[in-house]
């Protein structure tokens, strides 16, 4: 490259060669940037000249587990569609599904060192790196949504946002994850004593074992994308989810029993990379801590949405789907009663959720 250069050098036309050059300097600087992960330029648009360099498109990746036309990752798109349009272009991010850029645990850990500047998560994994967050996921929190979303967007809920600094990140919005329901390959389930002796996976998150084991079934942590194949080869019994996560993963194939038991609401996140966010000005945080709202709110419309199909297309796929009587829920809610204890030093946040209305 070196002798490419010299010579143009050499050929006269040194203003332009030389703007060249530094473009070029320029070019070769960003790509080490992206090889460490870093916001990278998009391609070239022009020569230095037509197209200042200022004016290049910084380019960052966004990671979700979900595949492509799942609410989350539409919500990602409406995202990113927002922060290109109030940019002029000049922020582009690109949306990552079906954990191509890994499971969900080990890309919040490339999102904590700027590898990934933005990620979708459920805050399941996400309270292994900061416990705080793990009142908001304790079993049988919230009546319904609404109370859920009362929480998650008052200064409460922004407390938690902001409170992940520490941890190298900036929390920047709210989605919704449903309830979550067990779902198994061998019986149907509806009390805590049939769940005995089943091998459930649960994420990757002690709560959700202590949740799991609570309720007298054996919890199995694994990666979202390896739970099919684990349920099919018998290596567990079953596992617990949304109903639009039982659909998109087919888990619904080979574990055709699903119970309504409701046992936790887990709040999803959207968070950037604290790297990244410092890197950009004032303006474009706020452009994007406005466009993460908006996603939002996108994404809870097409949630409440795909949850209303859900049911029926689980039905018409061969489920057998167990709604439970209030006297049989109760069962649930009064096995899970113990986790509490562990949060008695939480008890006012508790306190607070609860009194939400
Ligand atoms: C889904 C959630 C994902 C992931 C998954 C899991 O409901 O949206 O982010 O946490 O559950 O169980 O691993």
Redesign the pocket.
Known sequence: MQQTLSSNLNKGGKTVKLKKLSSLLLAGVLSIGALAGCATPAKDQGTAQDQPKEQKAIVLRMAD??SEDYP?VRANKKFAEIVEQETNGRIKIEVYPSGQLGD?KATLEQVQFGAIDFIR??I??LAEFNKDLEVLMLPYLYDDRDHMFKVLDSELGDSFLNGLKDNNMVGLSWYD?GARNFYNSKKEIRSPQDLKGLKIRV?ESKLMMDLVKSLGASPTPMA?GEVYSAIQTGVIDGAE??YP?YLSTSHLEVAKYYTLDEHTRVP?MVLASKATIDKLSAEDQAIIMEAAKQAAEFERDEWFKEEQKSEAAAIEKGSIITKLTAEEKKAFQDAVKSIYDQYADRKDIIEQILNTK
């Open positions: 587990v979900h989350t969900e998560t459920s399941a994994p994850g994420q979202f989810n949304n996560s999803e």
